[in-house]
């Protein structure tokens, strides 16, 4: 099945009882049962929950996975995957990553004996050097968020696989619509589906994506006992959203190369970081590894002026000044003081991410019209 096919149809079965075509919202805490421990598969919502069942049957298929879970956020997903470690274990990350992931790892769980190590990962080598008889997982962003440095997904499975060392991906910059890393060697595959796979800025939730199903009982197990989980109605958003994902994907990625690429030759701009460029250090795995580029750009200013940031972020208008990404429109960040504040000043400059930078999610609106509400903004 083609993938603009699987959007449509990835976990619709019409309903048994009224041939809905849509999945009911299943508003519902519990499930009466025929007798002790004798029910229709369902106990109680927070194990089990029919819409979300559907969900994490979609998630399963558009990310050419076995098993999919469903979580209350992006950062809850994350969580349940630390969960799987025990003190004493080490994970490896990239340099450059959400600073949401950030703050769990070392304000919530360093404090529980797990160590983490963060290397730049463009460059396998150094995640090979970075390994010990104590690392258990490695953890990996590409395009990594904000900067959109690119690490060789297969590369990496070649060095965790003979170790057996968990591999997990945060896709959500790339979405399934363009980078598969399950197919690539990954072990799990993160989404915060918030952004592309939901794509209308009307739910927070988040999926893991695993082949293994002794992993995913693991991770069932996390998800029950821990109760990070999605209400119905959000899971029904994220369905609705997962059908037009492949279209709205194409839109993105056309954008983004229109914006990346005016962006790169307006004169008071330094620098654009995005992969689709053929002189972008990671162009060429992005290219074998990713099916287009993309539409999140980041940028900085020629003068480097944060004051001069900061006056382009507050005067957009198309772009809407907001956190997250992957939404239907378009929006503008300031990662130093918004998304990556969490991440200490010196740790940000030191891998790259300047206090000027602006990052943009490319929504799909006329191209024009962005361009156009750009150069007002920029000058």
Not at 369 to 376: C, N, R, S, Y
Request: charged share 20%; aromatic share 8%.
């Amino acid at each position: 099945m083609k993938a603009a096919t699987k959007y449509i149809h990835a976990g619709m079965t019409p309903d048994p009882s009224t041939g809905a075509i849509m999945i009911p919202i299943y508003q519902t805490s519990t499930y009466v049962q025929e007798a002790p421990a004798v029910n229709k598969g369902y106990e109680y919502a927070r194990s089990q929950n029919p819409t979300r069942k559907a969900l994490e049957d979609a998630y399963a298929v558009i990310e050419n996975a076995q098993y999919a879970l469903a979580f209350g956020s992006g950062v809850a997903a994350t969580d349940a995957v630390i969960k799987l470690l025990s003190p004493g274990d080490e994970v490896i990350c990239g340099n450059d990553m959400y600073g949401g992931s950030y703050r769990l790892f070392t304000k919530v769980f360093e404090k529980f004996g797990i160590k983490f190590i963060y290397v730049d990962t463009t460059n396998v080598n150094n995640i090979s050097n970075a390994v010990s008889d104590k690392t258990r997982l490695f953890w990996i962003e590409t395009p990594t968020n904000p900067l959109m440095n690119i690490t060789d997904i297969a590369a990496v499975a070649a060095i965790a696989k003979p170790k057996n060392i968990l591999l997990a991906v945060d896709n959500t910059f790339a979405s399934p619509a363009l980078q598969n890393p399950l197919d690539l060697g990954a072990d799990i595959v993160m989404h915060s589906a918030t952004k592309y796979l939901g794509g209308h800025s009307d739910v927070i939730q988040g999926a893991l994506m695993m082949n293994d199903k002794d992993l995913q009982e693991k991770l069932y197990f996390i998800q029950k006992s821990c109760g990070a989980v999605p209400g119905p109605m959000d899971c029904f958003l994220v369905l609705r959203g997962i059908k037009t994902l492949g279209i709205r994907m194409k839109a993105h990625c056309e954008n983004g190369k229109t914006i990346a690429t005016w962006l790169r030759n307006h004169p008071k701009v330094s620098k654009v970081y995005w992969p689709g460029f053929e002189d972008h250090p990671g162009y060429a795995v992005a290219k074998a590894q990713m099916k287009d580029f993309g539409g999140m750009i980041s940028f900085e200013l020629k003068n480097d002026s944060v004051d001069e940031a900061k006056r382009v972020l507050s005067s957009t208008h198309l772009f809407s000044l907001a956190e997250s990404l992957g939404g239907v429109e378009s929006l503008i960040n300031h990662p130093a003081s918004m998304t990556h504040a969490s991440i200490p000043r010196e740790e940000r400059i030191k891998n790259g991410l300047s206090d000027s930078l602006i990052r943009l999610s490319v929504g799909i609106e006329d191209a024009g019209d962005l361009v156009e509400d750009l150069q007002k903004a920029i000058g």
